[in-house]
């Protein structure tokens, strides 16, 4: 995901691994994202301002591409769903972790998208992935041709193709694993916002507590009332330094373990549509391969040339899909271990900062005068 | 006079199941806690009628309260823990409440305090849940129980007006005791929907209150409530000296002890002896009075209350701030005895075993109430007569009393001049103080709740993570999501202890205040009583004077003597009234003083615990983060 690519065959003009997004304008319903990118000459940097639309006009260009090969063997960068300025429930529900930490979290997802695109060695040759990192205008919006990767518009008849036996262990062996580690994942993925969303009600809950206690302050000169009130005013601090750590907990798991999560469950995802898209040409290699030979002699040529061209497709979709399994195993890998070390450090970082904060509390409490 | 001065509640408000249900049973639950209307409602009511002290809304009582014999100055029998002896057949009171078991079932001690105290009689939401039942329970309970009589004579605090301890009283009494028959208890048991029978036969009806120091549970608890000892027994003013608790866990605090006079309480989690629960009580203390300087006895919850009865009647009349104990609680017990393993049976039994010791410490710690024979007899007597019954009424009957009582004292405080804006001050902070503590209770209780949730969640978590580790080929990767999956296993227990901490530390304390409050709002209505029995005796001096002048005109000798003998009687009782009046003003102020005092020791001593607490927390936390790294970095 962060490895350095040499873009040198690429069409791209910027480097692929350090593309960020810098802000997100929100306007009503629209968020607008800017992105900048840096110019591979080392000469400046491309800023542009996109919305969702736009990466999904970018997304389809990258699924009709033609004249590549093997190309439904791709894994694709999976594109976050689109969000809204004022998004409903259930929009926010599928969104899950992206949804939360005012669109922080959304950007990153957003900014890794664009950064697998972009040193993607056979995605980055796409024209259309430097139009969008370095076009001042917004791309066109036409519409993209249909294509043939949009599961929606498969028949949901072809859904049975799924569990259709492969013919290669390796495959199978993929199919099957991934079919485990995709509900696995998303399953952990949502037990996990499950936890961010509760630790936020206690934060909420701790603040709302430090706000009751200064209701409890009297004004007077009585000194019982009074040490009483400073009593009062200082457990609310206590409780203010906990409603921080705990928000401090939530986006920290937000944004390292949360965003991993999130990420390895929708590159699995990806990496089953590739699979699919391959057993749905091995299904239809087979039937090729029946009609050729069942084919009465007038029609045998033409069915052996649909067989044959199949094939080569199958192929190359096959030789693609190893190269990109074998990458993408070694992305995710090491994708989560930098989550996981990300999570476990900010967290250790926090619970020492709060450490400190509660002793000084506590200190401050033992030292007052009884 | 009685001070039934009890912010019980039917622990009925914690019933709720539903939100909807919380709503409305809390309504209920909440006119009790602190509710000081309440209790001299009850007095006045009680006065009239001599009942006993309306202790508790939980267990009840029939309307026509069998129990309020027009005994004039005995307290009428308070009602006898008539199932403290017997056990309910846990079969019949399971089975019975169906439908409200589910409710039943929930957790304890949620929102007891949810709205504000309600000061007039306009809405008076002690519905017993249970109404309709509740005549039929103790009917039938009542024949078997022995009253006994009054050991705590209603005259002034003994301390106050100097009068010998009483042990006559009782010792005498000794062989009183209550003999419910098993059969009772099951007949009426059947008939309720058994959940009052529950409440009757209490986890802590047999509570052995044993102080020791030992218990790390003592240390924790005495160094959360273990106040300015009982001054020196032979000086009544030593009360106002602020002796400083000893507890060997605030080691810190030793130096600015007074080393003085003190009884440490711990109270252990309850034994089940036969049928009943007992806990030990241990007591240890440096007080000469005491025969042993640790000892160990063996109490029930309804010896608790009954403390509470005595010692409210005796010395609230005179303005004393006596602590009042927890509340009894069907819902509580009732998950208790069906012998629902979980979290809430435990976290009710914690609740209650903490409460029931912090109430003891404070009175323990009370300069008068320590004097007081009944405490004593509760420290020391090795088996408590059984006849102590603590009253309560049935929802309607409560109701009925409470409002007639309210309108009584209700009048009273319009009228009441205030002369000294000290007490208008501090009743008035005093309410706010309600408002403000019962706000405070349901927000800790909200954070409890968040808190177990996050336990659960982590849990699951946990548990998801460990599939996912499973399902992983990559070995390093397996390896390091099954480690997370373990280090989350172990959030989930400090989440557990946090909500613990949240609980036992705050949210029972605010409870304790607002209890507090309410006995402390009782004592200012005890001194309005006296208020008003002082300016009714200069009324009723007033008349005889109008009287005597016109008999003086009607020239009527014989009967002019009689009036003159009559004015010189209330001229008398003028004078004593308002002695006592000045009197009562004094205490009470004095109380204040020192409740206030209290509050502080007690609210800082608290948060320290619970820094503490969370300090741990967090080193613990540490570890476990810092135990993970490794394994996370050596993934790639």
């Known amino acids: ?370 | 006079l009685l001070f039934p001065e009890q912010p019980s509640t039917d622990r009925s408000g914690h019933l709720t199941g539903t939100s909807a249900d919380k709503s409305e049973v809390t309504s209920g639950v909440t006119e009790s806690p602190g509710h000081g209307k309440i209790g001299s409602d009850a007095e006045e009511e009680a006065q009239e009628t001599s009942t006993a002290p309306i202790i508790d809304l939980g267990a009840d009582l029939p309307a026509s309260n069998t129990q309020q014999p027009p005994v004039s100055d005995k307290i009428a029998d308070p009602l006898v823990d008539l199932l403290s002896d017997v056990s309910p057949p846990p079969a019949a009171d399971a089975k019975k409440p169906s439908g409200a078991t589910i409710d039943l079932f929930e957790d304890e001690g949620r929102d007891l305090f949810a709205e504000p105290r309600q000061t007039k009689s306009a809405k008076l939401p002690q519905k017993s849940l249970f109404g309709e039942a509740d005549e039929d329970l103790f009917e039938q309970k009542e024949k078997s129980v022995t009253t006994k009589a009054a050991a705590a004579v209603p005259t002034g605090g003994p301390l106050q007006d100097g009068n010998p301890t009483e042990p006559a009283d009782i010792f005498t009494e000794e062989a009183v005791a209550t003999a419910p028959s098993v059969s009772n208890t099951s007949t009426v048991n059947s008939k309720t929907n058994g959940v009052h029978s529950e409440e009757e036969a209490d986890i802590f009806s047999e509570a052995t209150v044993e102080l020791s120091l030992d218990s790390p549970r003592t240390e924790r608890k005495n160094d959360v409530m273990a106040k300015p000892s009982a001054s020196a027994p032979t000086s009544l003013s030593a009360a106002a000296s602020q002796a400083k608790p000893q507890s060997a866990a605030l080691e810190e605090e030793e130096a600015e002890l007074d080393d003085k006079f003190e009884v440490l309480v711990s109270v252990k989690d309850p034994e089940k002896i036969g049928e009943v629960y007992e806990k030990h009580c241990a007591f240890q203390t440096t007080l000469p009075m005491f025969r042993n300087k640790t000892f160990t006895v063996r109490r029930r919850f309804s010896d608790f209350l009954g403390l509470y009865e005595k010692l409210s009647e005796k010395h609230g009349p005179n303005g004393f701030i006596v602590p009042p104990p927890p509340e009894k609680s069907i819902l509580g017990m009732t998950k208790v005895k069906v012998g629902k393993e979980d979290s809430s049976s435990a976290d009710f039994v914690e609740r209650r075993r903490g409460a029931l010791e912090r109430y003891l410490q404070r009175v323990v710690n009370h300069p008068s109430l320590i004097q007081d024979p009944d405490v004593r007899e509760f420290l020391e007597r090795e088996e408590l007569p059984r006849a102590v019954s603590t009253q309560a009424l049935s929802g309607a009957g409560f109701l009925k009393m409470i409002n007639k009582a309210t309108d009584a004292v209700s009048k009273m405080t319009i009228k009441m001049n205030e002369s000294d804006v000290w007490f208008e001050e501090k009743l008035q902070e005093v309410e706010s103080a309600d408002q403000q503590f019962r706000k405070l209770h349901a927000l800790v209780e909200s954070l409890v709740i968040h808190r177990k949730e996050l336990s659960l969640n982590t849990a699951s978590f946990a548990k998801s993570t460990a599939m996912l580790g499973s399902a992983e080929d990559n070995t390093a990767l397996s390896r390091a999501l099954s480690q997370l999956a373990e280090v989350e296993d172990k959030m989930e227990q400090l989440h557990q202890d946090q909500a613990a901490n949240d609980t036992f530390s705050f949210a029972e304390l605010i409870a304790d205040y607002i209890r507090l409050l309410g006995a402390v709002r009782g004592s200012f209505d005890h001194r309005m009583k006296v208020w008003q029995r002082w300016q009714d005796a200069q009324a009723m001096l007033q008349k005889k004077r109008e009287t005597e002048a016109k008999l003086l005109w009607a020239n009527k000798p014989d009967k002019l003597q009689l009036a003159k003998e009559e004015i010189a009687e209330w001229e008398a009782k003028v004078t004593q009234y308002e002695r006592d009046f000045e009197r009562v003003s004094a205490t009470v102020r004095k109380e204040v003083v020192r409740f206030e005092k209290e509050k502080t020791k007690n609210f800082k001593r608290q948060i320290i615990k619970y820094l503490e607490s969370l300090l741990q927390s967090q080193q613990q936390l540490i570890k476990y983060w810092e135990a993970f790294l490794p394994e996370a970095k050596a993934i790639a």
């Open chain 1, 1 to 370: 995901m962060m490895e350095e690519v040499k873009e040198v065959t690429s069409a791209l003009s910027v480097h692929g691994h350090n593309i960020k997004i810098t802000d997100v304008v929100k306007d009503g319903d629209a968020l607008t994202f800017v992105i900048v990118s840096q110019k591979l000459s080392g000469t400046g940097e491309y800023h542009v301002d996109r919305t969702w639309d736009d990466f999904e006009w970018l997304q389809q260009h990258l699924f009709s591409q033609e004249d590549v090969p093997g190309l439904q063997g791709v894994i694709f960068p999976p594109l976050p769903a689109k969000a809204s300025g004022n998004a409903s429930a259930k929009i926010m529900k599928q969104l899950g972790v992206l949804g939360l930490g005012e669109w922080q979290p959304y950007c990153k997802a957003l900014e890794t998208f664009l950064q697998q695109v972009a040193t993607h060695k056979i995605l980055n040759k796409n024209k259309a992935v430097e139009v969008f990192l370095t076009s001042s205008d917004a791309p066109g919006r036409q519409k993209v041709k249909k294509n043939i990767f949009n599961r929606l518009s498969q028949a949901v008849e072809e859904m049975r193709k799924e569990g259709h036996k492969d013919v290669d262990e390796f495959f199978q062996t993929e199919r099957d694993h991934n079919l485990v580690l995709t509900g696995c994942t998303k399953t952990a993925a949502e037990k996990f916002l499950d936890m961010v969303l509760t630790e936020q009600k206690i934060a909420v809950a701790c603040g709302h507590f430090s706000a009751a206690l200064h209701l409890c302050v009297e004004p007077g000169e009585d000194p019982d009332k009074k040490a009483f009130s400073r009593l009062c005013v200082q457990i609310s601090e206590v409780f203010d330094s906990m409603k921080k750590n705990m928000t401090s907990v939530a986006e920290n798991n937000v944004n390292t373990l949360g965003l991993g999560l999130d990420l390895e469950s929708r590159y699995q995802e990806a990496e089953k549509e590739m699979l699919f898209r391959r057993t749905c040409k091995l299904v239809e290699l087979e039937n090729a391969r029946r009609n050729a030979e069942k084919a009465k002699p007038v029609k045998k040529a033409a069915m052996e040339e649909v067989k044959t061209a199949t094939q080569t497709e199958f192929q190359q979709i096959c030789g693609v899909a190893r190269q990109e399994i074998k990458q993408f195993h070694g992305v995710r890998v090491k994708m989560l271990q930098q989550a996981l070390v990300q999570w476990c450090e900010k967290q250790l970082l926090t619970a020492k900062e709060s450490t400190d904060q509660f002793n000084q509390h506590l200190q401050a409490f033992r030292g007052m005068a009884q």
